[in-house]
């Protein structure tokens, strides 16, 4: 059967570290409250002028290194990003200039932090009609740009990054399995950036609003997360004639280690088959789960025939899931 396969990951983080103890120096917030209530330690933020696209192709040409094959083979580039450098050209556009591959599709898609998963469906679609070989899938992310730095309740929570993976149609019996997207507009206020759309053109009083800015509803999202996530896992589980057992290694969106361990107790998973690293990085929206993945293949944690379940839950609201046999 043709099947994506993932043939290399790889991934960028800014050099700047900003901790929880900074934070303390420039607001209202301790260390401790945000270790507790979130598991985040620290967060990279970008260097003043580093955008989406300097990180996507960054962590797009650490992934074609790492796999060893020449740009001109990548057929598709998606870019999963809710900061793009601008509204228009996508940053997928910049990222193929630079890898210097004109003329291949390339878009950016916009499911905040669903956003890989979603870009792994499409570009998986692609690949299994034989429209696309290879496909570069980027989640990249600077939510230090749209944060509210006087809101302690949104920017002590996102960090800056990018990760990538390349995807090859093979006919094997490993690879994606499934992906499952879904949506539900009517809680679209729940987590949101108004900014810059035609909503919201750009006027002198909007860049003095909150507009401007993101906005989170973090204890009702929260509560949907938990039981959104719970379903999907299951729901990813059983459409591949699974059982919870089977899940290898668990890569969830890095939002909140509370709803992270949720979604492991559901599946009956120990924590040491959940790859996290949201102490070190915060949540990094469409950027996080390809850095885990990058980072747990490279601690030797996924084998030959392991079962690697992704999830995410984002803005839109959307959420998504991936089983992939290694
Ligand atoms: O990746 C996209 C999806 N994102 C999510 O799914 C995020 C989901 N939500 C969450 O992760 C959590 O709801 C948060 C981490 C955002 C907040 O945690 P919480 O346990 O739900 O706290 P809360 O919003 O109910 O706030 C509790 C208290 C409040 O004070 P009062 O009203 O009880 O006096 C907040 O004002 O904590 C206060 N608070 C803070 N205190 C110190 C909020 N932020 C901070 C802070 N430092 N940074």
């Known amino acids: 059967m043709l099947r994506s396969r993932i043939i290399g990951t790889g991934s960028y983080l800014p050099d700047r570290i900003l901790t929880n103890v900074d934070l303390e120096k420039q607001m209202d917030t301790t260390d401790e409250w945000i270790r507790a209530r979130t598991g985040i330690r620290e967060r990279r933020i970008a260097a003043e002028g580093e955008t989406t696209s300097d990180m996507a192709t960054h962590a797009a040409r650490c992934v074609v290194e790492k796999a060893g094959i020449r740009p001109s083979s990548i057929d598709l580039i998606i870019l999963a990003t809710a900061t793009p450098d601008m509204a228009f050209p996508s940053s997928a556009c910049i990222v193929q200039h630079r890898l210097g591959i004109s003329g291949v599709a390339a878009f950016d898609i916009s499911a905040a932090c669903s956003g890989f998963i979603y870009g792994l469906g499409i570009a998986d679609q692609f690949i299994r009609t034989g429209t696309v070989r290879t496909a570069l899938v980027i989640g990249a992310e600077r939510f230090s740009k749209i944060l509210d730095w006087q809101d302690r309740t949104t920017c002590v929570l996102f960090g800056d990054g990018a990760g990538a993976v390349l995807l090859r149609g093979e006919e094997v019996e490993s690879g994606i399995l499934s992906t499952h997207l879904h949506a539900d507009g009517t809680y679209a206020d729940m987590l949101m950036v108004a900014r810059k759309g ?104 996924i084998r030959q025939g392991d079962h690697v379940l992704f999830e995410a839950f984002g803005g839109g609201l959307t959420w998504a899931s991936a089983m992939v046999r290694w």
Do not use: W
Request: net charge negative.
């Open 198 to 301: 035609s909503r919201n053109p750009i006027t002198d009083e909007l860049i003095q609003t909150e507009a401007e800015y993101l906005i989170m509803r973090g204890s009702e999202l929260f509560k949907v997360a938990v039981k959104t996530l719970e379903e999907a896992v299951v729901e990813a589980v059983e459409a591949n004639g699974l059982a919870c057992e089977d899940v290898d290694l668990l890569v969830p969106h890095q939002a909140n280690i509370r709803i992270i361990t949720a979604t492991a107790k559901r599946l009956g998973l120990p924590m040491e088959k959940v790859v996290v690293n949201l102490d070190r990085y915060g949540n990094t929206s469409a950027a996080s789960i390809p850095i885990a993945l990058d980072e747990a293949l490279a601690e030797g944690r």
